[in-house]
């Protein structure tokens, strides 16, 4: 399978704790976004990588989250002392080369804080 | 005002009916549109990029209107397996993000 992948596919965690969730983009795809969805609202921006640089980030994006890229292929989502607000569905997508390309999203991890 | 805003439905229609959405976007400099179409608790999928003139793909139109900045999506002949939410996305000139709208669901009814 050569499109996008998630770890894990779902993740339960008492508030507080720290998880860390992964994603391995499409080969050679230099862009990759990280999105967050909760039910009835549509994917909500929270950060994107060129390469290992990261570009942008949320304005909504809290101190406790953290994101890298360190060789430019996979990524990874840190959230710190959780709280059950963060509770979502978190998406990862890659696209080619340009912002304008078509997004390629991989199948998402569940998080549910307790 | 949110930078994409979609009518959330939902909209019930028997099959072999035509739906159209609507899609409203708030930056006259965005650059580029598309709808996605998400399955339940699956990701989503791009639908079609939808082009200033307009394009289509079997039974599905999109259509774009600069002027007053909202997208269409076009359904005709209804098919069970269109059941979903399709979301609009719109990507702004000025930066990378891309920005999705609420979604509209559509349930097609035999």
């Known amino acids: 399978d050569t499109g996008v992948s998630q770890n894990p596919r779902h993740k339960i965690t008492k508030r507080g704790q720290n998880v860390t969730f992964r994603c391995d983009p499409i080969?050679?795809?230099?862009?990759l976004y990280w999105y967050r969805q909760t039910l009835g609202q549509g994917p909500e921006f929270l950060t994107y990588?060129?390469?290992?640089?990261?570009?942008?980030k949320s304005r909504l994006l809290s101190d406790r989250f953290s994101a890298e890229r360190p060789k430019g292929s996979f990524s990874t989502l840190e959230i710190q002392r959780t709280e059950q607000g963060d509770s979502a569905m978190y998406l990862c997508?890659?696209?080619?080369?340009?912002?304008?390309?078509?997004?390629?999203f991989g199948p998402g991890t569940r998080l549910t804080v307790l | 005002r949110k930078e994409v805003e979609q009518d959330p439905g939902p909209f019930n229609v028997p099959e072999g009916a035509t739906v159209a959405f609507n899609c409203t976007y708030s930056?006259?400099?965005?650059?580029?549109f598309f709808w996605y179409r998400q399955d339940c608790r699956k990701e989503p999928k791009l639908l079609m990029s939808?082009?200033?003139s307009g394009n289509e793909d079997g039974r599905f139109t999109a259509q774009l209107n600069r002027a007053s900045q909202y997208i269409s999506l076009l359904i005709r002949d209804s098919k069970l397996s269109d059941s979903a939410t399709y979301l609009c996305?719109?990507?702004?000139?000025?930066?990378?993000?891309?920005?999705f709208g609420t979604g509209t669901s559509l349930t097609v009814i035999p």
């Open positions: 997508a890659s696209t080619p080369f340009s912002g304008t390309d078509t997004q390629y």
């Open positions: 080969s050679e795809h230099n862009r």
């Open positions: 990588f060129q390469n290992e640089a990261q570009l942008e």
């Open positions: 930056n006259s400099a965005s650059q580029s």
């Open positions: 939808v082009y200033s």
């Open positions: 996305v719109v990507n702004f000139i000025t930066g990378n993000q891309f920005y």
